[in-house]
């Protein structure tokens, strides 16, 4: 694997993470200044955050640590996309790369996606929120 794509896989780990957080972080200054408060070393530029979630650059182990101790995530799992109850397996993979064939889906599937589908997208949008805090943890505690 290319520095390039360990770096962008980075980038969507922590993307993930954040998303996952009590506080929601959208920018990459707000990145820089909620980490700054928490980093005992030295502190990180606007900049370097920008690099960070757009997978440009990957911080330092000490940053990765400061990262995912205030993230509540395991330092593999932000670090290489395992966490050490699943070393050896796959890096995170979206939901969608995970359905090969629609047509395999079962009866309660379907019925599933056809109340998703009927409800106004504002609650489309909460469910499938939901759905993906429920993934998220899945894969960063395969064990919940």
Known sequence: M??????QEFATRLKLALKRSRKKIETASELA???NLRHPNQSI????AHKWLSGK???TRDKIET????LDVPVEWLRYGVSSSRRGYAMF???HSL???PATLSADELKLLTQLRSMPEHRRQLILEIAEQFFIDGHIWPSA
Request: cysteine-free; charged content about 30%.
């Open 67 to 70: 990262l995912a101790k205030w």
């Open 99 to 101: 359905i090969e064939n």
């Open 45 to 48: 530029s606007q900049q370097a």
């Open 33 to 35: 200044l909620q980490f």
């Open 2 to 7: 290319s520095k390039v794509d360990e770096k």
């Open 57 to 59: 650059s990957r911080p």
């Open 93 to 95: 993979e979206p939901a």
